[in-house]
């Protein structure tokens, strides 16, 4: 099994621009978790998803950011537009079914100057 | 609230020796998962071992062991035989089963591993 598999790895991105962050789950997982690591405040929930419909929105920090998932094999984390306080490292989990184990994908670390 | 805390900021350990990184948490559920995830330099977060609260026995994974002390709400973790490459930033998280399913996380034990 790949993985859950995160693009990309790094993003080096101006203030105010767009950023796209993509993930695969792992086939057949069910739920699928956004997180936000930083060293000031640890791993963050930022929402999760239940058979693609999100569940929980109330770590999202603030209207810029957005995520969706068009199916069970694809989520996207959308800052629009990005600040420097956004520089973190994201990660996404995926497990088989909410309350299973969560299995993380490597991250992208994004810097916002 | 339910929180988990991880006193330890950092604990070192010599090569082949034995280190245990301590946890504590908070609920007042009694059906819950409790896990250790590592995060090496790499920093992806890799899942070490896990517990069923309603389990007695503490589980095992290889030279990984936990000490779950349900009633003092304790669940620490013990690395035999410590190589170079366990290394890493380590995690205690748990959620509780019905609730959101949401993992609570604590702020991590550095571990340096001394050759």
């Known amino acids: 099994d790949a993985g859950v598999i995160q693009s990309p790895r790094h993003e080096v991105t101006e203030m105010g621009q767009e950023v796209t962050l993509r993930c695969k789950p792992i086939?057949?997982?069910?739920?699928l978790f956004w997180y936000r690591q930083t060293m000031m405040r640890g791993l963050e929930l930022l929402i999760y998803?239940?058979?693609?419909?999100?569940?929980?929105d109330s770590g999202m920090p603030e209207d810029r950011f957005s995520a969706k998932m068009p199916n069970a094999s694809f989520s996207t984390l959308k800052i629009q537009p990005s600040e420097p306080r956004d520089s973190a490292v994201y990660f996404c989990?995926?497990?088989?079914?909410?309350?299973?184990?969560?299995?993380f994908g490597p991250g992208t670390r994004l810097t916002v100057t | 609230a339910q929180t988990v805390t991880q006193s330890q900021p950092e604990m070192s350990v010599q090569e082949a020796e034995t280190v245990t990184l301590s946890c504590t948490y908070d609920t007042s559920e009694s059906d819950y998962y409790l896990f250790w995830y590592k995060q090496p330099p790499s920093r992806q977060m890799i899942l070490v071992i896990r517990?069923?609260?309603?389990k007695q026995q503490n589980a095992t994974e290889n030279r990984f062991s936990v000490n779950f002390q349900k009633a003092a709400k304790s669940f620490s973790l013990k690395i035999s035989d410590s190589q170079l490459g366990d290394a890493a930033m380590y995690f205690c998280?748990?959620?509780?089963?019905?609730?959101?399913?949401?993992?609570?996380w604590g702020a991590g034990t550095k571990l340096i591993i001394k050759p």
């Open positions: 517990q069923e609260a309603y």
């Open positions: 989990a995926s497990s088989l079914a909410l309350g299973k184990v969560q299995y």
């Open positions: 998803f239940n058979n693609n419909v999100p569940i929980d």
């Open positions: 086939s057949g997982h069910n739920s």
């Open positions: 998280a748990f959620f509780e089963r019905g609730h959101n399913y949401q993992l609570i």
